[in-house]
């Protein structure tokens, strides 16, 4: 099998990330024969820097000939006091909305061997496995009119019926494959495009009489998702409310430093992420953890190319990791060994290759 790979480093830890997804991807090319040509592009403030555009034209060249997308990361302080259209984050949004990776998938799991790295008690996060299923291409982060002047400023939240219709259809559909719950997030008792939001699940349900259904208001999901984490299954909400409980969410398994993404469209094409950012307070010290980055191979291998087993063999080789008392300094616990970046990319890459001997030997019997 071969692939190719447009890989976006980005800015701030987003480099050293990527470095160690690269590398988790060649020992998975390695341990099942795969070919991954790998095609560097600029993003963010290092594509101001050198290109003078956060998304260049011939990143998106890059892109469009590619069978997906691994990014790292993108912003830092250089950048901040840049007009709006230079400013970093304007590539990432540019280059969701140019592929129409309208689906942001972020999973949020208790990480088995290190429960305890959670601030919140172990037997509330213990079972916690949820999907938050993000709109990404919509809402406020993309609706016009949106400016600043010195006496005020304005963004605009606008979604129309289809582009809700497509977000909580592949909700319901992921429900279908996992167990079988949907928890739409609004501010219906406030905002008018969360009126139709939730006029639109209403309607879509109807389709969908296996899947459970219930709604919450932001807020309020913004409390349930520390008191009682683990009534999520599916969470489907709108591209703000999504970012904001996402990083919220990943406290639950001790880390931001922890939580892949997918965004992907209907043909399955995608971006990989990590949910977090460019770290400049972490940049350069060899501290940022990696498993973000690594479980967003793994997300990419599942979603894009259909590989269940090669990204479970990841998510093992990540989780055994941990099990084997190690972890990154975001994760520092009593007992845990704390390994820099690049040490913990080399235990999962050992794990893989431990694996990767042991079902050949297992081969060999059966
Ligand atoms: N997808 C993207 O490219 C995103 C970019 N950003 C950008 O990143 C820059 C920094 O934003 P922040 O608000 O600080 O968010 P951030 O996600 O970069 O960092 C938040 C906190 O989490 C820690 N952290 C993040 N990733 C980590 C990792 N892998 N390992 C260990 N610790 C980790 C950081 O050290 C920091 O204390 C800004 O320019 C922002 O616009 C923010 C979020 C997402
Ligand atoms: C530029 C931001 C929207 C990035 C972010 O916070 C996210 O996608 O989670
Ligand atoms: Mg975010």
Same mark, same amino acid.
């Given at each position: 099998m071969e692939k190719t790979i447009a890989v976006l480093p980005g800015d701030g830890i987003g480099k050293e990330v990527t470095e160690s997804a690269l590398k988790v991807l060649q020992a998975i090319g390695r341990r099942y024969n795969h070919r991954y040509h790998v095609n560097t592009g600029l993003i963010g403030g290092d594509a101001i820097d050198q290109k003078g555009h956060p998304l260049p034209q011939d990143t998106i060249d890059l892109c469009e000939n590619s069978d997906a997308i691994l990014l790292g990361a993108v912003g830092g302080l250089?950048? =901040?006091?840049?007009p709006s259209h230079l400013r970093p984050e304007k590539g990432l949004l540019a280059i969701r909305k140019h592929f129409d990776l309208f689906a942001n998938l972020r999973p949020v799991k208790a990480i088995p061997g290190i429960i305890s790295a959670s601030p919140l008690k172990e037997d509330v996060v213990k079972s916690v496995d949820m999907m938050i299923v993000r709109e990404l291409t919509g809402g406020l982060y993309f609706g016009e009119p949106k400016r600043k002047t010195d006496n005020g400023a304005v963004d605009t939240l606008v979604y129309s019926r289809e582009e809700i219709e497509r977000i909580v259809e592949k909700a319901f559909e992921l429900a279908r494959l996992r167990r079988g719950k949907v928890t739409s997030v609004d501010k219906a008792n406030v905002l008018e495009s969360s009126k139709l939001w939730r006029e639109v699940v209403e309607q879509k349900k109807l389709k969908y009489p296996d899947v459970e259904l219930d709604h919450l208001l932001v807020d309020a999901a913004a409390m349930k998702l520390i008191t009682?984490? /683990?009534? +999520? =299954?599916v969470v489907v909400t709108e591209n703000l409310f999504g970012d904001i409980l996402s990083d919220e969410a990943s406290v639950i398994t001790g880390s931001l430093g922890m939580l892949p993404s997918a965004s992907i469209r209907a043909d399955g094409f995608g971006l990989y992420e990590p949910v977090? %950012?460019? #770290?400049p307070d972490i940049a %350069?010290? %060899?501290? #940022?953890?990696p498993a973000a980055a690594i479980l967003s191979v793994a997300m990419m291998l599942k979603y /894009? +190319? %259909?590989m269940e087993t090669e990204a479970s063999s990841i998510e093992e080789a990540v989780f055994s990791v941990y099990e084997d008392g190690y972890c990154t300094s975001d994760m520092k616990q009593d007992g845990y060994r704390v390994l820099s970046t690049s040490e913990f990319t080399e235990k999962v890459i050992e794990e893989l290759e431990r694996e990767s001997v042991s079902d050949h030997i297992l081969s060999a019997y059966v």
């Open positions: 250089k950048w =901040d006091q840049n009682n984490p /683990s009534m +999520f =299954d977090h %950012g460019s #770290a %350069g010290k %060899g501290l #940022a953890n /894009s +190319f %259909g």
